[in-house]
């Protein structure tokens, strides 16, 4: 209840502090196209049950047609103004309409299209034992998803071999300790990162070994080596081209 009427009264209060940014960009991707500045997504919300995510729109309109889910920075669908709008976070900050009416949380593992969540192991299923958030440990880990997979000639493939097996355990690991303390430490971080991500890393590293998180996790969160392919928690080997197929 106490994180119900937190987010209820942070994101109407977000909502209004933004507003002054938001229109203008809302108007700016008008202009560019003549059509609406928000791409409505349909995402697997809490224990599956599905709702229409609001973003502010950032890729060609009918880019979810092309049948890739998952963006790299060079995605040729990201619009010039797109590039400022996820630059910046804003395309999550329209995010906070969800949270509000309640289909999301401020802090909670990121919502996933359909065809991801069919994908999840047994494990990865508790993920959908929270409600969707906004950001979350994973948020501020892998901020930089779109260069992480920029030059791939799979974007999907690359994100579940190296993206998704951390994602997964960070978000289990997220929702085994959730607290108001922790919302409250991830929100700041968030923006940390904005400014400074080897800041916002070296704090949550902390928090990670408070939380008592495996060290080889904590290793990856701290994004000081590359990232090699991995299983998804609840599997015995990485994912490969055909797993995708035949999901």
């Known amino acids: 209840m106490l994180k119900r009427l ?25 202009l560019q196209d003549r059509h609406s500045p928000f791409y409505i997504a349909d995402r697997a919300g809490y224990r599956g049950r599905n709702f229409r995510m609001v973003k502010l729109r950032s ?8 049948g890739v889910d998952s963006t790299s920075a060079n ?7 797109g590039r400022f709008i996820r630059r910046f976070k804003l395309d999550e900050l329209s995010q906070l309409w969800n949270v509000m ?28 034992e929270a409600k969707p958030g906004i950001t979350d440990i994973s ?29 997964s355990r960070l978000g289990l690991l997220y929702i085994e300790h959730q607290g108001v303390l922790l919302d409250l430490a991830l929100i700041a971080l968030t923006v940390v990162a904005i400014v400074s991500k080897r ?15 495996p060290d080889e996790l904590i290793a990856v969160a701290g994004r000081r080596t590359a990232l090699a392919p991995h299983p998804p928690p609840g599997a015995s080997s990485p994912v490969v081209a055909a797993d995708l197929r035949g999901a």
Do not use: H
Request: hydrophobic fraction near 50%.
């Open 101 to 128: 009416i309640g289909d999301m949380s401020l802090v909670g593992p990121r919502p996933n299209v359909a065809a991801e969540v069919s994908r999840y192991t047994e494990q990865e299923m508790g993920l959908l």
């Open 139 to 167: 948020s501020i880990v892998f901020s930089d998803e779109g260069d992480i997979l920029s030059g791939s000639e799979d974007p999907d493939l690359d994100y579940n071999r190296l993206i998704r097996p951390w994602k």
């Open 6 to 30: 937190i987010d209820f009264f942070a994101s109407a209060f977000g909502l209004v502090l933004v507003a002054p940014v938001m229109l203008p960009v809302m108007l700016l991707v008008w």
């Open 59 to 66: 890729m060609i309109v009918n880019a979810d047609k092309s």
């Open 75 to 81: 995605d040729r669908r990201i619009t010039g103004v």
């Open 199 to 213: 800041r916002a890393l070296t704090a949550l590293s902390a928090i990670l070994r408070r939380l008592d998180a």
